[in-house]
C-alpha cells in the first residue's frame, strides 16, 4: 500500500486480556519501528526491526510486551495481561533504510488501545 | 530523564504571524533532530530535520535554527496558517550507534492559529 497500516483502529480491553496488534508497512521497507504514546505526550520508542530481525528492545516497558516481524513485513505487538497503564496509541512506523538512515520515517495512524 | 525538553506547551498566533517552538537536548551524541507534525488521530509526519553541522535550515515556510553550543533548536513557522494548527514534536537521535535505535521524542507543542 502507499503507507503504514495500522489495525485495528481501536481496541478496547478488559484488565488481564492479552491484545495483538497488526502493523503493515510500506513495501521493501526494510527498518520498522513500534512507539507508544500515551494521551498528551510525545511518541516513546519500544523495539526495531530491520527485516525479520529484531535489533533494539530496549523500550518495552516490561516482559508483557512481545513484538515479532517473523517474514521481515508485517509486525505485531502482543501485549499479554493488560493493565490501565497500557492505555495509549500504538504507532507503527517503517523507512526505507536499514539502522539509522533518516529520514524517510513514516508512521501509521495508530491503535488506540483502552485498558478498562 | 527527559531528554528533549520541548516549549511551549501550547501556542496561539494570528494568521499570518510567525510560530516559534524551542527544544533543548542533554545528550551530546544526538546528531539527527528531525520536527514532525501530527493532526488528530493520525500519526506523526516528517517536517524537516537538521543535522549538526549547520546552523539553519530552510524548506519553504519551515526553518530549522540550530545551536549546537546552547543544545538548542527551534522551529519558526512564517506566514502561518490556520492549516498548520496541528500539535508539532522535535526528536533526536545518536546516528553513530550508541543509545536507542529509535527518536527520542519532546513532549509536543500544540500549535492554533486564529483566523
Known amino acids: 500500500g502507499a503507507g503504514v497500516s495500522q489495525s485495528p483502529r481501536y481496541k478496547v480491553a478488559k484488565r488481564g486480556q492479552d491484545v495483538a496488534l497488526r502493523c503493515d508497512p510500506i513495501?521493501?521497507?526494510?527498518?520498522l519501528f513500534w512507539y507508544q504514546q500515551a494521551l498528551g505526550q510525545g511518541p516513546e520508542f519500544l523495539t526495531y526491526?530491520?527485516?525479520?530481525?529484531?535489533?533494539?528492545k530496549s523500550g518495552l516497558p516490561s516482559d508483557r510486551f512481545f513484538a515479532e516481524r517473523p517474514e521481515g513485513s508485517v509486525s505485531t505487538l502482543k501485549i499479554q495481561r493488560t493493565q490501565q497503564e497500557d492505555s495509549a496509541v500504538y504507532l507503527c512506523?517503517?523507512?526505507?533504510?536499514?539502522?539509522?538512515?533518516?529520514?524517510?520515517?513514516?508512521f501509521g495512524s495508530g491503535t488506540r488501545l483502552t485498558v478498562v | 530523564q527527559q531528554q528533549v525538553k520541548q516549549s511551549p506547551q501550547s501556542l496561539i498566533v494570528q494568521k499570518g504571524g510567525i510560530s516559534i517552538i524551542n527544544c533543548a537536548y542533554e545528550?551530546?551524541?544526538?546528531?539527527?533532530f528531525p520536527w514532525y507534525q501530527q493532526f488528530p488521530g493520525k500519526g506523526p509526519a516528517l517536517l524537516i530535520a537538521?543535522?549538526?553541522?549547520?546552523s539553519e535550515k530552510k524548506e519553504g515556510r519551515f526553518t530549522i535554527s540550530f545551536n549546537k553550543s546552547a543544545k538548542q533548536f527551534s522551529l519558526h513557522i512564517m506566514d502561518s496558517q490556520p492549516g498548520d494548527s496541528a500539535t508539532y514534536f522535535c526528536?533526536?537521535?545518536?546516528?553513530?550507534?550508541?543509545?536507542?535505535?529509535?527518536?527520542?521524542f519532546g513532549k509536543g507543542t500544540h500549535l492554533i492559529i486564529q483566523p
Open positions: 513495501s521493501g521497507h526494510v527498518s
Open positions: 526491526f530491520q527485516n525479520e530481525a529484531q535489533l533494539d
Open positions: 537538521i543535522r549538526p553541522d549547520v
Open positions: 512506523a517503517s523507512s526505507l533504510g536499514g539502522g539509522r538512515s533518516h529520514p524517510g520515517y513514516t
Open positions: 545528550n551530546t551524541a544526538f546528531d539527527y
Open positions: 526528536a533526536a537521535i545518536e546516528g553513530s550507534g550508541g543509545g536507542a535505535d529509535g527518536l527520542t
